[in-house]
């Protein structure tokens, strides 16, 4: 099992206020360059994503504890799980579900339905999030990579999750450079014998 200590592992939204709200850029089909992305329909979904998100991960951690900064957190990809454990013993499970990652060093998501070297049973999520965007023709949802800040990589997963109807996001690091996000789609207390 991989993981780390925990942290709060979300940022609260700060939804800009003047256009663009969010900024991404994609590799255009036609010239395969580098573009900014501007999708005012896609910048909405994103605020109303975040808003809810937020309000749910605030309901984890009073629950849960998730993201108190108090224990450590871990994944195990053959087990197909996402843990918690918590100083006094206890654990939080859920089923292991990737949104994707972001390399810092050139500001770059990966959404997990694009990446090969994740089981496609665990990148649902993110996947179904794809499907969204190819029925609304939101560029940003369909493409590999897509360029962006953390901040906005944090939108990008609110966003996948919200779609999905998860219970939360978390996030962190799992090298020097790489961050995963990771759905939360069904957090349990695991029964120990």
């Not at 994609?26 to 010239?31: G, L």
């Not at 309000?55 to 108090?70: A, C, P, S």
């Not at 023709?137 to 990579?145: A, F, I, R």
Request: glycine share 8%; with cysteine; net charge negative.
């Amino acid at each position: 099992m991989e993981g780390g200590q925990m942290i709060w592992p979300f940022k609260r939204t700060q939804i800009p206020t003047q256009p663009p709200m969010f900024e991404f850029e994609v590799t255009c089909e036609n010239c395969n360059i580098r573009h900014a992305v501007t999708d005012p329909d896609l910048d909405a979904q994103i605020q109303h994503a975040c808003v809810q998100i937020d309000e749910k991960m605030t309901l984890l951690r009073r629950d849960f504890g998730i993201g108190n900064g108090q224990g450590t957190w871990g994944y195990d990809e053959d087990v197909g799980l996402l843990e918690f454990h918590f100083p006094g013993g206890g654990i939080v499970e859920t089923p292991l579900s990737y949104i994707g990652s972001w390399f810092a060093p050139r500001e770059e998501f990966l959404w997990a339905w694009g990446n090969p070297h994740l089981d496609t049973m665990r990148t649902e999520v993110a996947s179904r999030c794809f499907d969204f965007g190819q029925a609304n023709n939101h560029q940003v949802l369909m493409s590999q990579p897509v360029w962006c800040s953390l901040d906005n990589a944090w939108h990008l997963a609110k966003l996948a999750g919200n779609l999905t109807k998860v219970e939360g996001i978390y996030s962190a690091l799992v090298d020097d450079n790489l961050r995963f996000f990771w759905a939360i789609t069904d957090p349990k207390w695991r029964v120990l014998q």
